[in-house]
Structure formats: structure tokens, C-alpha cells
């Protein structure tokens, strides 16, 4: 499909320039308080490990691809700089953004980084053990933790602290833990088999009524939709509720074949997809295939898609009071999901032709 190989193209031209597009950039202001070398601060981490795991999903759905490989070795690439980015003065090892010393790191980052040296680069995975004892040895009977990651002996642990109490706010996030527990599912089932559940018990009682589960640090109901029912498919919980939320999915289709107007539509798109596929819902489902043909009519011509906000931040959380909330977009991230999307669809097809 030429759509593809345009949207490949797009990709592989931004991993060129290290994904210069994809980074995030705040202010973070001297007489507020926080004490960063910089007041603008940049962090794109979070954002390259989540490329590097949609360039292997890509190239895993289409491994005959002309750019299977390619995509293959850019993700090696990015596990080997994820793991020399590790900030060994703070045991959970990697922050959103690494130069701000007021930010802890934080268990959604290390889950990505985790889940991507599983994929990828196993050998890579040790340096990951202390960050993920620091996040058990927190876990609530519920099966919850807290998302930000602070150890007694971290350097700056009085920076951190004070960012929790006046900045990010502490709790528990069903995004997170969604995350956090399947990178842990891919590791080593059998040794955290339980810990896995025990998460996606806490999901099953955040599930809204509607169906859908809300993200805390992501932009709509997709993303956290999509991160529970992985959770909760690989754990075999929560047959009733995964059956909610696709009807949730199914009703939020536009009739253009989108899940949602504007320039987020896009992307929530294909997160709508993702979470579809989440459930075991046939690529050729008719609600599939109409969000596949509606990302490649919004296509843009240099293969790309419009950025649609991706990452959100509750500016006030810790007060209890949101005061404004920051959003992070970027081509290069909802160019990504929108070529899954697409991908996996043609890989269905391509199946579908061969038998």
C-alpha cells in the first residue's frame, strides 16, 4: 500500500535527525521554584521508546516490508540509548525530563524502557531490576502504586519531594499501572504472574461506566483504554468488562470512520484501533477497516499525519485544583500510531489473500 510506504519513508527520515521533532519541550521557571540549569526544559525518552515499540510492531506485522529491517535496527538503536540515558544517582532510573531535578523518575517511563529492552534487547533488562523493586516494594493491597519513583538513598531527594508536594501531586494512575504491569507480564510471567493480576483487578474496579478506563497523563479515553485491555487479555480477567469497552469503542465511531473531530482525530483513530485490537476484534471488522480508510484519506503528502495532542500534564494537580493542562504533540508520534494502524490492517489483508 503506498500509504505505507510514505508513512515508512516520513519515519525513517525523522530517526535520521534522531527524532529531533519528537521531543518535549516546558518551562519550568527559576522563581517558581525549580532549579534546572535550564528553565526550558527538553525530554523526548519517553517518546523514542514508544517509537521504537511501534517500529517493532510495524515490522512485526509486516516483516516483508522494504523497511522491516530498517525499523528493526532503529529500535535496537534506541534500546542501546534508552539504557546509557539511565540516571544511576536515582534508582528509577529514568525521568521524563532527566534535567529537571524537581521531576522523579517515574514508573510509565521505566515501564516503556523496560518492555522495549524485553522486546529487543534482553541483555539489557538487569539494569532495570532496582526501579522495579522500588515500585513493588510500594505496591498498595490493591494492586496500585504511586506512578512518581523516590528511594531513601536517591541523590536530590528533597527536590523531588518538593515537586511532588507543590507541582505533580502523588496517586495512583490506571494508565500506569496498565503499563507498568504488562511490561512486567513480558519480563518474567511466571515470577510476576500475580503482581500482573493483582493490577488488572485494580483496573477492572477503575473501569468507568461507560466503558472506557480515563488515562491520567494521556489525551482522551483511548490510550488508557487500549493499555487496560491489553492488560487485561494477557492476564485472561475481565472477559465482561473488555466486552464494555468494545461496545464503548464501537458507539464513539463518527460516522466519517473517525473517533474524534478536529485535529485529534487522527490519532485518536488509531489509538481507537489499537484498542480494538487490544480486544481481539477481526482487523476486518467494518468499524476497523472504516477508521483504516479514514487515517489514509487524512494522510498528509508528505506522508505524515497532523500532530494530535498525545501526553497530558494537570498544571495544579498536587493542590487538588487544575488550574490548566498541558498537552505534547508530535508529528512523528501520531505519524507512528497511524501507520500501525494501517499496517496491521494490510498485514490482516495480506493473510486474508493468502489462504
Not at 76 to 104: I, N, Q, T
Not at 200 to 224: C, K
Request: aromatic share 8%.
Amino acid at each position: 500500500m503506498r500509504s505505507i510506504e510514505r508513512a515508512a519513508a516520513y519515519l525513517l527520515a525523522q530517526a535520521v535527525g534522531h527524532f529531533a521533532e519528537a521531543a518535549h519541550e516546558m518551562n519550568f521557571l527559576h522563581r517558581a521554584g525549580f532549579t534546572g540549569l535550564a528553565e526550558r526544559q527538553s525530554g523526548d525518552l519517553f517518546a523514542r521508546a514508544t517509537l521504537a515499540h511501534l517500529f517493532l510492531d510495524i515490522a512485526g506485522a509486516l516483516p516483508q516490508a522494504s523497511f522491516a529491517q530498517e525499523f528493526q535496527a532503529i529500535a535496537r538503536h534506541e534500546a542501546d540509548a534508552l539504557a546509557a540515558r539511565r540516571l544511576a544517582h536515582r534508582r528509577g532510573g529514568w525521568s521524563y525530563f532527566p534535567g529537571l531535578p524537581e521531576l522523579p523518575p517515574d514508573a510509565d517511563s521505566l515501564a516503556a524502557v523496560l518492555s522495549l529492552f524485553v522486546r529487543i534487547a534482553p541483555e539489557l533488562t538487569p539494569l532495570c531490576e532496582g526501579a522495579v523493586d522500588a515500585v513493588i516494594a510500594g505496591t498498595h493491597p490493591d494492586g496500585s502504586f504511586e506512578t512518581l519513583i523516590v528511594a531513601p538513598e536517591d541523590d536530590g531527594r528533597e527536590r523531588m519531594l518538593w515537586g511532588i508536594r507543590h507541582c505533580w501531586g502523588s496517586g495512583r494512575d490506571v494508565d500506569v499501572v496498565a503499563h507498568f504491569c504488562h511490561a512486567l507480564w513480558l519480563w518474567a510471567p511466571e515470577r510476576h504472574i500475580e503482581r500482573a493480576r493483582q493490577g488488572a483487578r485494580y483496573l477492572l474496579d477503575q473501569q468507568r461506566p461507560d466503558g472506557s478506563w480515563q488515562a491520567t497523563w494521556y489525551v482522551g479515553p483511548a490510550y488508557g483504554t487500549a493499555l487496560a485491555l491489553r492488560l487485561l487479555r494477557e492476564t485472561g480477567l475481565g472477559v465482561t468488562a473488555s466486552e464494555r469497552a468494545v461496545r464503548f469503542l464501537l458507539a464513539s465511531q463518527q460516522t466519517d470512520g473517525c473517533w474524534s473531530v478536529g485535529p485529534s482525530g487522527s490519532l485518536q483513530t488509531a489509538l481507537s484501533l489499537l484498542a480494538l485490537g487490544e480486544a481481539d476484534i477481526d482487523l476486518t471488522h467494518g468499524a476497523m477497516r472504516r477508521g483504516c480508510e479514514a487515517l489514509v484519506t487524512r494522510q498528509l503528502a508528505d506522508g505524515s499525519w497532523q500532530a494530535s495532542p498525545w501526553i497530558r500534564m494537570e498544571i495544579g494537580r498536587a493542590t487538588g485544583r487544575t488550574l490548566a493542562i498541558a498537552t505534547y504533540k508530535s508529528v512523528t508520534v501520531t505519524t507512528g500510531f497511524c501507520l500501525r494502524a494501517i499496517a496491521f490492517a494490510q498485514a490482516r489483508m495480506n493473510s486474508a489473500l493468502s489462504q
